[in-house]
């Protein structure tokens, strides 16, 4: 009973308002209020304690600790100011890594390498200029067997095509067998220049092949930095190839 009679009782009161700014004070602006006073002074003490906390870290500070961020942070003008690693990769590649997907390089890098499967099998690579050189080691069981060594007799075939890694007869398959193919000088000029472009395109065909998997390494690694698992730079970017990152092993359910 007595606590409903306070509440009609208080109904009937006079509102309550705080005074507001004096007419002649309103130059200095709003009359601040305790909300007001009670903001500002939260404020200014959770910064006091900030700068205190901040003053003890400074005098408990070693003088000799390093942390790895220091190598990528300099002090510009009083403020740290984080190095920008420059990226290791060609305008190409940067422009195919922004446009493209994963999935559409490893396509076009597969598609290249059927093409240099498909041109090796028709050139067999047999005088190409990028090929590694073979070896022939003759042996012989005196020293003067070595000094009258002739690689022409030694072959039984004409000193002329001792060079030739490929199609190089024998004197007597060239004295009881009439030579076949092209002899004119004009055609095998022309069979020569052929053979030297076919060889130009496998080139770049292969280097093509290699730029697109450096490529796609470089898309996946950036996919799989997306991930929130701790890692660790293992190996730095490169031109040729992606940054190696070691991740933390877990246990997968």
């Known amino acids: 009973m007595a606590a409903a009679f306070r509440k009609a009782a208080k109904s009937q009161q006079r509102e309550h308002r705080e005074r507001s700014q ?47 961020k220091m190598t990528r942070v300099k002090l ?83 000193p002329e095509l001792v060079d030739r890694v490929f199609n190089r007869p024998t004197i007597e398959t060239l004295q009881k067998k009439k030579v076949e193919g092209v002899t004119h000088e004009r055609r095998l000029k022309r069979i020569a220049k052929e053979r030297e472009r076919q060889y130009n395109c496998l080139t770049q065909r292969i280097e093509r092949e290699k730029k697109l998997f450096v490529v796609a390494q470089k898309i996946q690694t950036r996919k799989d930095l997306l991930d929130k698992t701790q890692k660790v730079k293992v190996k730095k970017e490169t031109v040729n190839s992606p940054a190696i990152y070691k991740f933390e092993s877990r246990r997968k359910r």
């Open 22 to 68: 004096p007419g002649f004070r309103k130059r200095l602006g709003l009359l601040e209020k305790k909300k007001d006073y009670k903001l500002r002074a939260n404020d200014y003490r959770k910064k006091q304690d900030y700068l205190r906390a901040l003053r003890k870290k400074a005098l408990e500070k070693n003088p000799d600790e390093f942390y790895y």
């Open 76 to 158: 510009q003008d009083g403020v740290h100011v984080i190095k920008e690693t420059k990226e290791e990769a060609t305008p190409e590649q940067l422009k195919l890594m922004r446009t493209q997907d994963v999935k559409y390089i490893e396509m076009k890098r597969v598609a290249e390498a059927k093409k240099i499967e498909r041109l090796k099998s028709e050139l067999h690579l047999l005088d190409f200029q990028g090929k590694q050189q073979n070896k022939h080691i003759f042996f012989f069981d005196t020293k003067k067997e070595v000094e009258q060594f002739d690689v022409a007799t030694h072959l039984r075939t004409a």
